[in-house]
């Protein structure tokens, strides 16, 4: 049942990978919905703003081996996900990048 609610980072890049993850990540919570829409245990990016033509919020599904690398100001959460034993495990980070080449203004 562990999450991470809405949030962004200091340094200039952050990331995630993922080492370890359940079968199944439980049951959707609220009932008539449809279960291919159910995300729990997702790691949610969100722009903040709707937009013409674009997502402001993409999900991803986490899978074994999967590395995603992302700048330190995008907000984004983990869904919790319940009815299982097994766990997820991964391993994040947030790194600096020389100023000299990451600060070009």
Do not use: C
Not at 46 to 75: R, T
């Amino acid at each position: 049942n562990e999450y991470n609610p809405i949030h962004w980072h200091t340094g200039h890049l952050s990331g995630v990978a993922y080492l370890k993850v359940p079968k199944n990540m439980g049951n959707y919570v609220q009932k008539n919905k449809d279960e291919s829409d159910n995300k729990n245990g997702q790691l949610v990016f969100s722009h903040g703003a709707k937009m013409f033509l674009a997502n402001s919020v993409m999900h991803v599904k986490p899978e074994v081996g999967k590395f995603i690398i992302f700048p330190h100001y995008m907000m984004h959460s983990v869904y919790p996900f319940h009815d299982t034993e097994e766990e997820r495990r991964s391993i994040s980070f947030n790194a600096k990048i020389d100023n000299e080449i990451y600060d070009y203004f």
